[in-house]
Structure formats: C-alpha cells, structure tokens
C-alpha cells in the first residue's frame, strides 16, 4: 500500500513537472509571434476551443460504459492537467488583460469562472476525502437522512427508558430542552464546513455536566447519547463534505455548456468581422 | 466510543441507484421505501408486494423470492396463484423527488437554453452592435460612429449584416478582411494599396534604391538579407533570431503589411492604436542592435548642400558675435511642427542685410533694374516698319520663352540660338538679323507685335494667351502651376504692358518713363523696354522666374532645345546672386523656407526641438549638440549620440525605437483630412 501511494505521488510530481514545462513552453512559443508581429490569437483560440470540447467529453465519457476509451481515472488526469493548460493558454488569447466589449466580458468571465469552478474542485477533491478519511467510517450519501433519523430515534428510546425507571429529570431537561432540537436538525454545512463540530462537542459537554447529578446506570444512558451525537456530528461531516463536493459541479458542468455556446458565438463573430 | 454508522454487509444493506433519475420523496425525511419510484417519477408502492414469487420450471411451483435485506425466503411461501403471501408493506406514498444528478443535468440544459436565448435575444435586439462590439474605439476612430450610434458597417462588411448571414460570411474571411484593409486605406493613404501595404509605405522599387539606408530585409532583394549584428547578442536578439526559425521566417513570405498588423482597435478609449517594440522594429531590419545606447549608428552628418537655405554660418560667426545675436534671432521651434524653423527674412536678416538705397543682393538687383520685356534692334528698308528706338542686342529670358511659344516665331528663336557668328559664339541675335532676308525679319517682328499686342488685352485673355506660349515652350520641363504663377506675375503689369505694346505696335509717338513704385514695373522708352525692379524680398515675379529656372535646370540633360538652354542660362545668370542663399540648381521646387525641407528624406524621423529644449538649461543650449565644423562642406559637425544617451538611456520609454522613428513615411492627419477625421498620431 505504502509502495503505490508512494508511485501517485511520484506520477503526480511527474505530471505536474510536465504541465510546467508544456505551460512555459507555450508561453515561450507564442510569445514569439509578437516581435514578428503576427498575431497568436487564432491559433491559440483554436487549440483552446479543442480543448474546451475535449474536456466537456469528460462528462459523456462518464455516461458511455462502451467504447472502453480509457480508464475513467485516465480521462480525470487528463481533465486536471489538460484544464489546468487551458487556463494558462486562456490568459495567452487574452493577452494578460481584460477585455472592454459586453459580449467579451460575457465570455472572459464564463470562461474564467469555470477555470475557476474547475480548480476549486479540484482543490476539494483533493483536500475533503482526506477529512472523511479522518471521520473514520464510510457512509453513502444517500443513506445519511437515515441515519440521522435513526440516531434520533435511538435517543429517543434511550429517554424514555430512564423516564420509566427513574425521577430524576436532569437528563430528560436536557434532551427536551437542547440535545433533540440538536438531532431533528438539518445539519450547518457552512459552519461545519469553515469551522468545525463545536455544537456537538459543547452537547458532549454538556451531558458530562450531567454526570454530578446522575445515578450510576442513568451515567450509561447519558454516555449512549454522549455517542449517538458524536455519531450524528460523523453523519453531519459526512453530508456536508460529500454534498460539496458533489456541489461544486452544479456550478462546473452548466458553465461549461454555456461557455460552448459563447464559444461558437465567438468565433462566428471573429471570422465574420 | 464509536457507534459503527452503516452495515456495509450486501445481504443486510439496500441497493442505492444514485444514478436514477428519481428518488423516494420520503429520502429527506430518512425513511425511504425501499423499492422506489418508477422511471417516470410516480411513487410504486402499490404495486409491490414483499416479494415477487417466480415458478420453478423443475417442479412446477411457485418460490418465494424475498431480498435478504428484506427477512429471506419467507416460511409460508407463496400461494398457489404465484401471488406473495404476506400483507403489501406499510408505506405512505410520497411525491418523489429528482436525485441529484438529474437536477444537475436540468440545470445544466437550463443554463445552456437559457445562453442561447440570452444571446439570440441580444442578437435581434437594438443593443446588438453595442454588445457585440469587443470595445469602444480609439478616439481617432470615434468619429467613425454617426451620432455616437456604432456604425460597424464602416469599417466591417458584416456590419449591417445579420447573425444568418455572418455565418456563410465567416466561411469567406479572407474577402471581407480584404474590404476591411481597402476602408483603413481610403481614408488613411492617398496611395495605391501596393504602397500602402509594402513594408514602411514603400514598394520594392524604392525599397531597393534605399536599402542601404534602411537594412531591410526582403526576400526579393538578395543583397539586404544578411543579418549583421551591430552589438554582442543578448537575450532578446537570441529570442528574435528563434522567433524568426520557429515560423519560418515571415518577412520571406509575400510582403504585405496589414494596417491591423500593428494597429490593434477595439481596446477602449484610453488605450494607443500602436505600440510597437524594439524587437518588432528589428524584425524586418538586417541589422540589429540592443538599444540606443547600446549599438544604435551613430548619426550622420548633413552637407550644406541638403540645406534649403544656403545659409553659411561660418561666414556669419564673426556678425552674430559682434551683435552677440543668439541662435534664437533666427531660428525658432513651433508646437506644431518637430522641426525648428527658420524666422522670415524680415524678422531674421533684414536687421543687417536691410534694403534701403542698398539691399541684399549686393546692391544689384535695387539698384538695377530686370529687363522682362524688351524689343531687338532690327534694321528694315521701311523705318515706320519697327520701332526705331528698339535697341536692344540680345532678348531677355521672358521674351525668349514667350516667342519659342508663338507659332510665327518658334522656327525663328531656334534658329538664333542654333546658330554661330564668326566667332563661333551661339545665339547671337544682331548676326542672325543681319544674315536674315528682310522677309523672315518682318515675321519675327510681326511675331513680337502680336505677342505684346496679345499680352495687353484684357487680364483674362492676356493670361490665357501668356499661359498658352509658356507651356508651349516650356511644358515639357516647368510645371503647370508654375507657370500659372508666372503668367499671372507677367500681366500683372496691366496698363505699363499695354502703353509698351502701343509702343511696339508703332501706335504712341510719346517719349514717356515712368516708374510704377507700387508695383514694380518701369516703363524706359529710352531703351524700348519694359522693366521690373523687385520692392521687396520674396518678390512673386521673381520668385517665379527661379522656380522655373530651378525646374529646368533639373532637365539640363533631357533639354535639347537651344531656346531653353537659352533662358535657363539667362535666368541663372540673372538670379545668381539670389541662389547664393536659395539653391536653385540642386532641387526643383525651390524651398524658401527650411520649414518645407524634410532632413529625413524618407520621413521616418521624428525629433521636437520644444520639447528637448524644454527640458533644461544644457539642451536649451543650442550649440551643445550643433557644433561648428572644420569641414568645408559642413557648417556643423554631425550630431553625436552621447549628446543623447543621458536621457535615451537603456530601459527607460525613451528608448523605444519610435520615440525617434516613425512607420509611416507620411503626415496621418493629412490624409485624414479627407474624410473630416481629426487624427491624432
């Protein structure tokens, strides 16, 4: 195992090293058409448009079991590295500056933030498996309203099993009045996202608050909860990351389609005037 | 404690189809049917029992077909109709809902439909051309929009087009580009595409003439083509020679310049139209060079006789030190124009060279006066034939190209100036007079009269009649507007010429002189001659009659008309003393003001004198880069470059090639002119 996450990383530095050197060969190569005084904007506007279509086959490649046209992971790398040129090879059209007509800002900053799009997922992709990683378990998304519901259903049973047994109300306060309204909500993926689980740690706390005021066997049931909301914080990770990072291609895919159109626009436009 | 989430057990998990299109609605509530919609988004769960038994072929009974994550075969088994056995599961039917992926793919259609309306929408609404436009223009293209309304059309044939048809168009790039190029060169050139499109505005004939002044490389001229490097090659001229190879080096191609080649529109209203880099300025030159400072040739020196004005400094060196007369009494810069002017006559040399009782020309043409016309002594039988006080014993220069113009006499004056006398002298007219029969002298005679008698009609005519021999005689070589000029300058004498033609014509007996002070003209009956005394400097008949001297000393070698050699020698002699400042034996026409003579004959140079005068005591020095020379054919020793090198110094905006230089060999708002465009270079 050791040895393979040691052969990505050295195929990763590999690749990367490669989209430096392309990247400043491209950059050396079209940046001698200006002292000739020819003009790079054609040839760099083709090669851009097919590469554009090149990566948005990514997407019908997913969706096409046959012809095998390589590994899905082989059309990513490709995806990742051919993307991260055309940005470069973006801002060599451009000429490094931006553009002053309406249809021309239009197209810049579709184009720019689907470059954009396309880094900022690939940034998640490549930071947030390692925090479900950290989380410990796997869940799929789909199931994850399921758990929750069962969390609070467990909690549920849990109460009412000491409210049976016992009068003191300390735990039974505590759940009615904070640790419920905590599991029957949706989770904060914005906080959970930029800061971290603190609600369920300052629950957790809460309950070991409790402890002074408990019996012995009510101490067991309150640990159980003391479990179920670090299993319900788990589930909540899980949603929010695995909702990013299926999130970011809501933003990703569409403009790629709408920079397809501007793009064909565009070179109407060019060839006609 | 970690409580294990999920059971990943397939026998004990549900199947999950994130890749269908609908979900159960009850998913967000965490309690999903287990079977789920059907593909068209309805909820299913009527229809499904627990299981659905199939039929074993082999025993020909019905089995239960239970999922494992629903409990197994169950005991009971089906019934004897096939049908489950166990009561249809509780679930409340729910409104199903899309799965993620599905949602994604309707936004990604709707963004996609919705570009595609949004720019169709543009397209046929009135903010079409504003919206498409990649920017507004530069301000010396703004008068290009009508009524600050885009007017694409000026400029692009698909301007006035639609989106149907810009498509075909797109397919024909090349013709419309070609429409395009014709637009800039109509309004910017006033020559033919050719020249306007060849490298510097010159076709390869001029190019070759001045490749050596220029360096530049041709493909059609093989002796420009080799690079010479004036200076260590450095890093940029390392990245220019690997630009050259890596497309094959361009300038080889047909040579034609496009105007959007280095004028690039669209790029909003502060930004320049050109701005061109040193590398680019070397990429057509064979010889290449790091900078100004750094292998940039030095400046050559001028001769005087470059100079409009021969104007000898060094001779005038001991007056302006003696009247401490600075550079500036002479010479002044002006906003408008790169070069330092030369002040009028009047406000720079008249304070010494003043013309009173004595002028400038030493003293000779104040003093005496010019003979324009005047009648040849010709004796004949009958003495009321020619006037009998007609004494002269040569003709001026005026009478020679008017009569080599008259039909009756062109034969005549041919022949004088043809012929030899006894001592082998040409044109002597006394000789050829008396070698004539008394026949062929009343003709020239006659010919004189009709030709003064002609010159003093009315303005009009005489002015028809005098542009008409003029041209005859000397069309070939003089322009016409010259001698529009000196037609008008000869009749202006008015009523003197028409006394003078009586005179001639034997009409008036009265022995009158008489000095026309306002206009010049002199009426000698003494002499039989109508002559003219200059009034001021910049007189219009003399300034006339050199010009033409100067056209037809430049066709010294092509003239093989004795006549005119005549009256160019005639009039060279006459204004010798006037070509001493205004060189009229170098160029035709003759530039009385330095202003008009360019010191850049190609034009691509491009110097102020405001500004670098402005910019300190040292340069507001004149004689800090003009300095006098030893050499007799230079009043100024060349201008060195370390004159300049402080302020041009390496990597500074003045560096660029044309800070100094110019493209176009030609003035951009003269030909703007044309079509009311105020341009701005």
């Known amino acids: 195992m050791a040895k393979s996450i040691s052969e990505l990383s050295a195929r990763r530095a590999r690749l990367q090293m490669s989209l430096v050197i392309a990247g400043l060969l491209a950059l050396l190569y079209f940046s001698t058409y200006d002292p000739l005084l020819l003009a790079n904007n054609y040839d760099t506007g083709w090669i851009l448009f097919g590469l554009f279509v090149l990566l948005a086959t990514y997407n019908a490649r997913k969706k096409l079991p046959y012809p095998p046209l390589f590994k899905s992971s082989t059309w990513l790398q490709f ?18 500056s931006f553009p002053t007509g309406g249809f021309d800002n239009v197209l810049y900053w579709n184009v720019f933030a689907l470059i954009l799009s396309g880094f900022v997922g690939l940034l998640l992709s490549r930071t947030l498996p390692k925090r479900l990683t950290d989380i410990g378990q ?38 009615r009045a904070t640790l ?15 800061s971290s689980d603190r609600q369920s740690q300052v629950i957790v706390q809460d309950i070991s608050n409790l402890f002074r005021y408990l019996r012995k066997e009510e101490i067991v049931v309150a640990k159980q909860l003391q479990d179920i909301v670090n299993l319900r914080a788990d589930l909540d990770n899980h949603y929010c990351y695995q909702h990013v990072l299926k999130a970011w291609l809501f933003l990703h895919i569409p403009l790629t389609f709408s920079v397809l159109v501007l793009l064909a626009l565009h070179i109407v436009l060019v060839y006609a005037f | 404690m970690k409580i294990p989430i999920q059971n990943i057990d397939f026998r004990k998990s549900t199947y999950e189809r994130p890749n269908q299109k609908w979900v159960c609605g009850w998913v967000s509530e965490g309690k999903p049917c287990p079977h789920g919609p059907n593909g068209k988004g309805k909820c299913a769960i009527e229809d499904h029992s627990t299981c659905t038994p199939y039929k074993d072929q082999t025993t020909g009974r019905f089995c239960c077909n239970r999922p494992t994550v629903f409990g197994g075969e169950c005991e009971e088994g089906p019934r004897p109709d096939g049908s489950c056995c166990r009561p249809k599961a509780v679930y409340y039917p729910c409104q199903p809902r899309l799965s993620l992926r599905a949602k994604r ?47 694409c059309a000026t400029c692009h044939v698909a301007g006035d087009m639609s989106l149907a048809q810009w498509i075909p168009l797109a397919f024909k790039q090349t013709e419309h580009q070609q ?49 010479q490097d004036l200076t260590p090659e450095s890093n940029a001229m ?37 701005s061109m880099t040193n590398l680019q300025c070397q990429s057509c030159h064979t010889e290449r060079f790091n900078g100004f400072v750094d292998g940039h040739p030095e400046f050559g020196g001028k001769s005087s006789a470059d100079q409009a004005l021969l104007f000898n400094h060094k001779g005038h060196k001991k007056y302006f030190e003696e009247k401490q007369l600075p550079c500036l009494q002479c010479h002044a810069s002006q906003d408008s124009s790169p070069k330092m002017s030369l002040l009028s006559f009047e406000q720079s040399c008249q304070g010494c060279h003043h013309q009173g009782s004595t002028d400038h020309h030493d003293d000779g043409l104040k003093k005496d006066t010019l003979a324009v016309f005047d009648l040849p002594y010709i004796s004949f039988d009958d003495e009321d034939a020619w006037p009998e006080y007609a004494v002269a014993s040569e003709l001026s220069a005026v009478m020679i190209a008017l009569l080599a113009g008259h039909e009756a006499s062109q034969d005549y004056v041919h022949t004088i100036y043809l012929s030899e006398d006894d001592d082998g002298a040409e044109g002597d007219l006394e000789y050829w007079l008396d070698e004539q029969e008394e026949e062929d002298k009343l003709a020239f005679a006659s010919a004189i009269k009709d030709i003064m008698a002609s010159m003093s009609q009315p303005k009009a005519n005489a002015l028809k009649t005098t542009q008409t021999l003029l041209t005859r005689s000397m069309g070939d070589y003089v322009p016409k507007s010259v001698i529009e000029d000196l037609s008008e300058t000869l009749v202006s004498s008015g009523a003197l010429l028409s006394i003078f033609s009586q005179y001639v014509g034997g009409d008036f007996e009265a022995d009158i002189n008489y000095e026309d002070s306002f206009s010049g003209w002199i009426l000698n009956s ?11 400097h910049g007189d219009p008949l003399l300034a006339s009659l050199m010009q033409t001297s100067a056209f037809l000393n430049q066709h010294t070698d092509d003239i093989d008309q004795p006549e005119i050699i005549a009256i160019a020698d005639s009039l060279n002699d006459t204004f010798k003393s006037c070509s001493a400042c205004h060189n009229s034996e170098v160029r035709a026409p003759i530039n009385w003001s330095s202003d008009t003579i360019s010191r850049d004959p190609m034009g691509f140079g491009r110097f102020s004198h405001e500004t670098h005068v402005s910019t300190g005591e040292k340069l507001a020095q004149c004689t ?21 090198t402080s302020c041009h110094a390496p990597k500074t905006q003045l560096d660029q090639c044309t800070t100094c230089h110019q493209y176009h060999n030609f003035n951009f708002s003269i030909m703007s002119s044309k079509v009311g465009i105020k341009a701005t270079q």
Not at chain 1, 180 to 193: G, I, K, T
Not at chain 2, 184 to 201: Q, Y
């Open chain 1, 79 to 96: 995806h990742i590295y051919a993307g991260s040129f055309s940005g470069l090879l973006f801002l060599i059209h451009t000429g490094f």
């Open chain 1, 138 to 175: 796997e869940v799929i998304y789909e199931r994850i309203p399921q758990f929750r519901l069962q969390c609070l259903e467990e909690a549920d049973q849990l109460v009412l099993s000491i409210t049976e047994q016992y009068s003191n109300r300390a735990i039974q306060d505590y759940y």
């Open chain 1, 180 to 194: 419920r309204r905590y599991l029957s909500q949706s989770p904060n993926c914005f906080e959970l996202f930029f």
């Open chain 2, 105 to 151: 793919y309707r936004i990604t259609w709707f963004v996609f439909i919705l570009m595609f309306v949004i720019m169709t929408v543009l397209l046929a609404s009135s903010v079409k051309w504003s919206f498409f436009s990649p920017g507004p223009l530069n301000p010396a293209h703004a008068a290009l929009n009508n009524n600050s309304q885009l007017n």
């Open chain 2, 179 to 227: 429409e395009t190029r014709t637009q800039c060169i109509s309004c910017h050139f006033d020559k033919d595409e050719v020249t306007a499109l060849s490298p510097h505005n010159m076709t390869s004939l001029v190019k070759v003439e001045t490749d050596e002044t220029l360096g530049l490389k041709d493909a059609s001229n093989k002796q420009g083509n080799e690079v």
């Open chain 2, 238 to 274: 390392t990245f220019l020679k690997a630009s050259d190879w890596l497309h094959n080096e361009p300038w080889k191609q047909p040579t034609k310049m496009d105007c959007v080649n280095c004028h690039k529109e669209h790029h909003g209203h502060n930004s320049a139209a050109l």
């Open chain 2, 526 to 536: 003494e002499e039989f001659s109508l002559n003219y005394r200059a009034i001021l």
């Open chain 2, 624 to 644: 800090h880069c003009h300095i006098q020379s030893d050499d007799k054919n230079h009043d100024f020793s060349a201008i060195e470059k370390s004159n300049c």
